[in-house]
């Protein structure tokens, strides 16, 4: 938090309780709707908090509602009258309604779309009903339509009068009667355009679209790619039924790069933030992978207990730091390529490519820590143990095969739950690392035994 941040911090929390409310009002124009719902989630209990958001300016009050968090949105729902309840709605945009909705229990979901009018409600149950993965559901019906045939002085004049409730004016969409999306203009182009011009002229009929059941993480990669602000969203009659937005592209690559993340560490993803999860929660999240990974050491302990009477205690010392660096060597390289395929870098057809790269790639890095473990071995190691030159051979000669083997496995493995439709951030910590342990051992088992 910056210094004048916590200096508004102070002076809310000072007007507040000493019900200043006109000091309140100015400073609360000053501020940010974020920061206002940080302030009230961090310094208010739920009572205060709904005193304090009865005090917002009008102007701020659906701005600062989506921002704080969804127990609280509940509880102030729950405390509206109907009339409070409706201006918060009626001045939000629909695909924050249906964010709303979304978190919410079905006594209050039915409270939220009684106070809609019958025109948003029949627009909130239509966005309701795209899958939760989908462009549809993180869309927005509210944009500016214009048609080829008006002037650029009309379209001015149709975006003052409609602009007010859509969600962006800056990016406007051309359709002809049939809503079908035939063009795409900015207030920019308008701007700098003779006013008697007709649209079609001004417009760039050369459109980027995506379709209603398009996966969202790959809308936003799209918004990315191209630095739009807002992308349109089609039918299958290619009708203009919606935009999705930046800040919604910011929310969905946020959100995908969370649950990523919680996977690659065998966890399972969760919506909630950290310090607002129950530990029966986090108990819930994680107790599966951890006993799927218990169980998996069933393979290691298996391996290890059928070469056990002919592994001397020496080479035995050596299993852990093998199979701890071959299993980082092979969570680099699906780390990697699993970053590489979230942002569209690498397809499946081009795993020729991935794997000559890793392999060439796994060579040198293999080869450089191989020479380190021979030379630790020999300078380190036989200071405290009976190390010769050929176990410091044979440990580091396995090391390096092992090495290049897991590179390889954590390159093509993500590659292939891709091509099957499955996370690719699923296969990065559990399955991975149990088939390198088991590979490992093996290889250093079979290797050692034969030549010591």
Not at 114 to 127: G, M
Request: proline share 3%; glycine share 4%; aromatic share 8%.
């Amino acid at each position: 938090m910056t210094e004048e941040l916590q200096q508004t911090y102070e002076k809310l929390a000072y007007f507040f309780e000493n019900r200043k409310f006109a000091d309140l009002r100015i400073t609360l124009l000053d501020t940010e709707p974020y920061d206002i719902a940080i302030f009230m989630e961090e310094n208010l209990d739920d009572k205060e908090r709904l005193v304090f958001f009865r005090l917002l300016p009008k102007e701020l009050a659906s701005d600062v509602f989506v921002e704080i968090e969804s127990d609280s949105q509940e509880y102030l729902i729950k405390a509206f009258t109907d009339k409070e309840l409706k201006a918060v709605v009626d001045d939000m945009f629909l695909d924050d309604t249906v964010d709303v909705i979304e978190e919410m229990p079905a006594s209050v979901v039915k409270r939220i779309l009684k106070t809609c009018d019958p025109e948003d409600r029949k627009q909130i149950n239509h966005l309701l009903s795209y899958p939760d993965d989908s462009a549809g559901s993180i869309m927005t019906t509210e944009f500016v339509a214009l048609r080829e045939k008006m002037t650029v002085s009309e379209a001015f004049n149709k975006i003052r009068k409609t602009g007010v409730d859509k969600e962006t004016v800056y990016t406007c969409y051309v359709t002809d009667t049939k809503k079908h999306l035939i063009g795409v203009v900015t207030v920019k182009d308008l701007l700098l355009a003779d006013p008697e011009d007709v649209v079609a002229n001004v417009m760039d009929s050369n459109v980027v679209t995506v379709e209603t059941l398009d996966d969202k993480e790959y809308v936003a990669m799209q918004l990315s790619k191209y630095d739009f602000l807002a992308l349109p969203v089609i039918d299958k009659e290619g009708c203009l039924v919606g935009i999705v937005t930046v800040d919604d592209a910011v929310d969905v690559l946020q959100e995908e790069a969370t649950e990523d993340i919680q996977m690659m560490a065998a966890v399972l993803p969760t919506e909630e933030p950290y310090l607002k999860t129950s530990v029966f929660s986090i108990w819930k999240a994680r107790v599966p992978w951890l006993l799927i990974l218990m169980a998996s050491a069933t393979f290691t302990s298996m391996i290890l207990a059928g070469y056990e009477a002919k592994l001397s205690t020496v080479l035995y010392a050596f299993v852990p730091m093998l199979m701890g660096t071959a299993g980082n060597a092979g969570g680099q390289a699906s780390v990697t390529v699993i970053r590489a395929l979230a942002v569209g870098d690498v397809e499946f057809k081009d795993v020729f490519r991935i794997l000559w790269k890793e392999l060439r790639a796994s060579l040198l890095l293999a080869l450089t820590v191989a020479v380190g473990c021979f030379l630790k071995m020999m300078f380190i190691d036989s200071l405290y143990n009976e190390i010769t030159w050929q176990i410091s051979l044979v440990v580091s000669g396995v090391l390096f095969i092992t090495m290049v083997m897991a590179k390889l496995i954590g390159a093509i493995l993500p590659l292939l739950a891709k091509k099957v439709r499955l996370d690719p951030a699923v296969v990065a910590s559990p399955f991975i690392t149990t088939i390198i342990d088991a590979l490992s051992l093996i290889i250093y088992c079979s290797i050692a035994i034969s030549i010591l």
